[in-house]
């Protein structure tokens, strides 16, 4: 079944789909936009959550509301998006730099990265976040962005967009550390296709599904690196995928609009919606950030 709209939002850059399944309701966020948004496909309600600075990714906490990466740092936000605390400053140098791509761990931690805007030197990172506080886990990025984990927990994939590369490591929960970084995926740009590899989802059978920024499809890889399958989406940029639906087989994308020429927008006027099709895998759900972790 292909994809197909399911909420005409438009965003600036739409990121971070995230399925509540106690609420039946996706969140995703706008990140030039400064948004978070919440649609309910059952009643197609669509309520937005305007953020006082850029926004990359959310996560669900125990208890409701949100953690948060925005440009300033990882923030907490209650139920209607308030800001209620900051938990941690983003240690670079917020000029150029803003989290990313995010997601919540099996434990409970937050695994965030940031985007190295002027992208001339590489001084992004992918930052665990626990009680301890704010701990480095990779440098000299890019773009982070894939964040997400088999149906085990115990690997992690991450990657770094500008690159091409989706990168894989042995994982482990009860710690929150990653070894063994071995390349999972690598992308070979053309001078038609500079598809590279977003935001990114695992689904039941460990099958890792990547969204590709101006590829305009997306792409689900067997756990051994194999490709197994491709979709177009009516948007040249798609962002980020996730699973929704009562049974999880809701296939969610998000994209961009921002920054697209005006062609390419009278030819893919839906550039920066929310997109889904019905697949035959569900997808894993969230897991909900633990500050006690």
Known sequence: MPLSVALDVRAQLGECPIWNADEQALYFVDIKGRAVHRYEPATGGHAVMAMPEEIGCIG??????????????????????????????NPEDTRFSRFNDGRVDPAGRF????????????????????????????????????????????ILYHSDTPTFTVWRYAYDPATGEATDRTPFVRLEPTATDRGRPDGAAVDAEGCYWTALFEGGRIRRYAPDGTLLAEYPVPARCPTMVCFGGPDLRTLYVTSARADRSGDELAALPH?????????DVPGLPEYRFDPLV
Do not use: C, Q
């Open 60 to 89: 669900f906490r125990k208890g409701g509301g949100f953690i948060a990466g925005l440009r300033s740092g990882l923030w907490l936000l209650d139920a209607a998006g308030n800001p209620e605390a900051k938990l941690a400053d």
């Open 271 to 279: 550039s920066g919606s929310l997109f889904a099709m019905r697949v």
């Open 111 to 154: 695994l965030a990265g940031t985007i190295d805007e002027p992208k001339d030197g590489g001084k992004a990172h992918l930052y665990r976040y626990d009680r301890r506080g704010l701990t480095a886990m990779a440098g000299g990025l890019l773009t982070s962005n894939g964040v997400a984990f088999s149906p085990d927990g115990r």
